[in-house]
């Protein structure tokens, strides 16, 4: 995760420096190179976890019981493909709070405690340790959403072009 912290932790400075000097040019390419730079991770992580997916909870968890491996491995094969996401949804979050929002990250953490709920509430009884595992991935993808919506329709990220296009 570290890696992926870095990126974010660079986008918001980034971000917020370039939403005082007005340069919203320099903030889109900017979010789209850390989406990229996250996507990147992802990938080297998925490989990592997908090889070595056992060896990494034997060396976390200090544990050889067969079912702590093969549990943890699935967690791990399943979570490590949606890092992409994670990475996305991160990167969005903090620049929408360097560009001065702070209401729309806020709501973002709403869909994840609702979605939290809907999953122990009906999910996790029915499928148990599997709904668990894909519990936040799915979330993510709902959070992702809102979040880029809320990114790039924000009038300041959008160009003048596109701002004229819609009056029009």
Known sequence: MMPFIAV???????????RG???????????????????????????????????????LSG???SVVIEN???????VAPCLSILGVLNVTRMG??????????????????VGKILFVAF??????YTA???????????MVIE????FWSDPFIRSKEEMSQISA
């Open 8 to 18: 974010v932790q660079t986008i918001s400075t980034f971000v917020s420096q370039n």
């Open 21 to 59: 000097a007005g340069q919203v040019g320099r903030i889109r390419k900017a979010m789209l190179y850390a989406y990229l730079c996250g996507v990147v991770l992802a990938v080297v992580a998925t490989f990592l976890m997908m090889i070595g997916a056992p060896t990494v909870v034997r060396l």
């Open 63 to 65: 544990s050889s019981e």
């Open 72 to 78: 943890g491995a699935f967690y791990l094969r399943v």
């Open 96 to 113: 929408l709070q360097a560009v001065g929002k702070k209401i729309l990250p806020l709501f973002s953490s709403v869909i994840e405690l």
């Open 123 to 128: 999910l996790i009884p029915r499928f148990q």
């Open 132 to 142: 668990v595992i894909f519990c936040e991935p799915v979330i993510w993808c709902f």
């Open 147 to 150: 979040l880029l919506i809320a």
